[in-house]
């Protein structure tokens, strides 16, 4: 079987972070913190307003690199990971959450208001689901709710899909009428 080179992705705060690591532990795989990566390899340049702007094409160069140098599985985690190159990903783990719960989240980081309200709008919309089915297709995609699942339950539902004993195929989840 072909080693599993697993992203992490969704909006943040819905808990890639941990459940990324949890995964990475279960699989004994090398873990990648995406954003990590960014900064120190400085695949970013700077907006007017000192906003960082990531370099695709430089987070994907470094990340090939890493594939191609490490043999172990790896867990890449970071809201760009869905769009690392398909050719690199065996699968794309999306962590949904419901932008009421989310928001409490959120909340409890200094966000200014627009900020809060553009990333509760993203998960409403699905974005980076959306944006990771474009890329990589249905069948490489998994979603999974984190509403009001912990880590460790989420990983083990991931680890069933993994052996074909449940579906999170993508586009179950629907919080428009949640949100709008
Ligand atoms: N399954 C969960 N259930 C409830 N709370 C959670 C869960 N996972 C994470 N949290 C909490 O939600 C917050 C965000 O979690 P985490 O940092 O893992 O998210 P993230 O997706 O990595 O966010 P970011 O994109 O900012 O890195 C943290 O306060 C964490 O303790
Ligand atoms: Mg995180």
Redesign the pocket.
Known sequence: MRRLVIAVS??????????AGLLARKLGAELIDL?GLILKKKCYRLDIDGTRIANLRRMRAEFARIVKNSRKPIVV???LAHLLQARHLTHVVV?RARPKILER?LR?RKYSAQKLRDNLEAEALGIILWEAVHAHGMNKVYEID?TK???QA?VRLFLDALAGKVSLRPGKIDWLEDFF
């Open positions: 969704g909006t943040p705060g819905t808990g890639k972070t941990r459940f954003n985690e970071g809201l962590l989240r409890a984190m699942r912990k880590a989420a």
